[in-house]
């Protein structure tokens, strides 16, 4: 279907413009979300049995109103607080009706049970960061659905394993869709997901991630994780930590954490000299390392693998925060050392001008 919907955008002018922030620099179709959902869909609809679809139902519902949120966003443009609502919306469909949210802190801090209010809460709160930090990671060729495939084949290899056929299902299905947007988004990318595909795919993995949490801590089976909370983290570590890194960073220069900029992680390897499929590539390298590393530690509890994890995370950040430090110190000196230069060439053009 990509290279149907790429004339179809082209010939209507459904283009994404460069400039401002945007590092493209050609006029490009951006809403390569709606290709990957109905691709979605009909993987859904074909290998789905009808019991299945019942038991997931309210889930695809939830999911297709961000799908439409997105959508909505990418052909005229939605105010934030307009975004936020439907995002909220959705994720009480969610945690109310769909019955996916956290119902203990899963002996974090030795804490089990919490109130139900607070399980709501935390639940809401969880489904929006993760929805909108995966939105922002959709700045380069290939990221977001390189992460975005990692994640979903992790949620859904655990579920299948653990018999869970609806959630595998639809992981899988997601998984396909967004490896067929990747042959068209790699550098140099011929469509961008957009609103349309990220809105909605965060809104996913932020469910998945839920579901795996609480599934994970209270089956106990064979395939189960020693820490839930902490292997999830792990899956979804490069949008949360770069959200998490960027806003902080944000708050420290007196702004606000959502005023936009350019010091994402992604944005710091191409100023660093990397094209997009190298940048692309050194992140999900990180990202499948921290993968591996909740592997790894699949038998020992939060208090180790989230430990670990944070460990690992301020160190990788804080190599790269020093490398890009040095070069920008290098870039000053050759800049100094090149107008020393000229001015000395200037000097002598002078002098020789003068004695002529």
Not at 21 to 37: C, D, S, V
Not at 247 to 262: A, N, Q, Y
Request: proline residues 3%; hydrophobic residues 50%; aromatic residues 12%.
């Amino acid at each position: 279907m990509f290279p149907v919907f790429i004339k179809f955008f082209k010939r209507r002018n459904f283009l994404d413009d460069p400039g401002g922030r945007k590092i493209h620099t050609a006029r490009t179709p951006a809403m390569g979300g709606l290709p990957i959902f109905i691709g979605f869909a009909i993987a859904v609809l074909i290998w789905s049995p009808f019991e299945t679809l019942r038991e997931v139902k309210y889930v695809l519902s939830a999911i297709s109103i961000m799908f439409i949120i997105g959508f909505r966003d990418d052909l005229i443009n939605l105010r934030a607080y307009q975004k936020l609502i439907g995002q909220v919306a959705a994720a009480m469909i969610i945690v109310s009706i769909c019955d996916i949210r956290f119902t203990s802190l899963y002996n974090l801090f030795g804490v089990e049970q919490i109130p139900l209010g607070l399980s709501y809460i935390l639940s809401l709160f969880t489904i929006i960061v993760i929805t909108n930090a995966y939105n922002l990671i959709d700045g380069i060729d290939g990221l977001s659905g390189s992460v975005g495939v990692i994640a979903s084949l992790f949620f859904g290899v655990f579920f299948f394993l653990n018999e869970q056929t609806g959630f595998a299902l639809i992981s899988l299905s997601l998984c396909g869709a967004l490896l067929a947007f990747l042959n068209y988004n790699w550098a140099p990318s011929k469509i961008f997901m957009g609103d349309t595909g990220s809105l909605f795919i965060g809104f996913f993995l932020s469910i998945m991630a839920i579901e795996f949490i609480d599934f994970n801590h209270t089956s106990g089976g064979e395939y189960s994780f020693g820490g839930s909370i902490g292997t999830a983290v792990a899956v979804l570590i490069l949008p949360l930590a770069d959200t998490f890194r960027v806003f902080v960073k944000r708050v420290l220069r007196g702004k606000s954490p959502m005023h936009p900029d350019r010091t994402h992680v992604h944005h710091i390897l191409l100023r660093l000299g990397c094209n997009h499929a190298q940048a692309t590539g050194i992140l999900v390298t990180v990202n499948i390392i921290f993968v591996l590393l909740a592997l790894v530690l699949k038998d020992f509890s939060d208090s180790v693998v989230i430990p670990s994890i944070l460990i690992t995370v301020v160190a990788l950040g804080t190599i790269l925060d020093l490398i890009f430090k040095a070069a920008i110190e290098r870039r000053k000196e050759e800049l100094k050392e090149r107008n020393r230069v000229s001015r000395e060439e200037t000097k002598v053009v002078s002098i020789s001008k003068n004695a002529g």
